[in-house]
């Protein structure tokens, strides 16, 4: 497999901006504080769901 990805190198999917508070993730950029945002939001929601699942809401 290290020998094929010699040959084939690629090109990287996710790129840094040099403010290191923005990502691009297929040329299309993703600031990281929505990131986190997006994912506190979801892990909540995920909480919630368990909470019922569990009989604890």
């Given at each position: 497999?290290?020998?094929?990805?010699?040959?084939?190198?690629?090109?990287?999917?996710?790129?840094w901006l040099d403010?290191?508070?923005?990502?691009?993730y297929y040329s299309?950029?993703?600031?990281?504080?929505?990131f986190r945002r997006?994912?506190?939001?979801?892990?909540?929601?995920?909480?919630?769901?368990?909470?019922?699942?569990?009989?604890?809401?």
């Open positions: 497999m290290l020998a094929f990805q010699k040959k084939h190198a690629a090109q990287a999917l996710v790129c403010n290191e508070e923005t990502l691009f299309k950029s993703v600031a990281v504080a929505d997006t994912l506190r939001r979801l892990g909540s929601e995920a909480e919630k769901l368990l909470d019922q699942l569990l009989g604890r809401a």
